[in-house]
């Protein structure tokens, strides 16, 4: 079963549209571009809160061993 990670290859902030993009098997520059075409026309009212939603509640992938 795969978990959905924030991740640590590919952040830029916070690692959760990365993590999204890994999860999903798609490229990272595709989930952040998806991300802010619904952000920006709502001046972010909607897409910042969410972010720092997923931020809070999706855990970071865990350290390699």
């Known amino acids: 079963m ?6 640590r ?3 830029l902030i916070a690692g959760v549209c990365g993590g999204i993009a890994e999860y999903l098997e798609v490229d990272p520059t ?3 571009l998806i991300w802010a075409a619904f ?3 709502m001046l972010g009212f909607i897409g910042v809160p969410v972010y ?3 931020w809070a509640i ?3 992938e865990p ?3």
Do not use: E
């Not at 795969?2 to 991740?7: D, K, N, Q, T």
């Open 58 to 60: 999706i855990p970071p």
């Open 30 to 32: 595709i989930v952040r």
């Open 52 to 54: 720092l939603l997923c």
């Open 2 to 7: 795969r978990h959905l990670y924030r991740s």
């Open 39 to 41: 952000s920006l026309p």
């Open 63 to 65: 350290a390699a061993v």
């Open 9 to 11: 290859r590919n952040r």
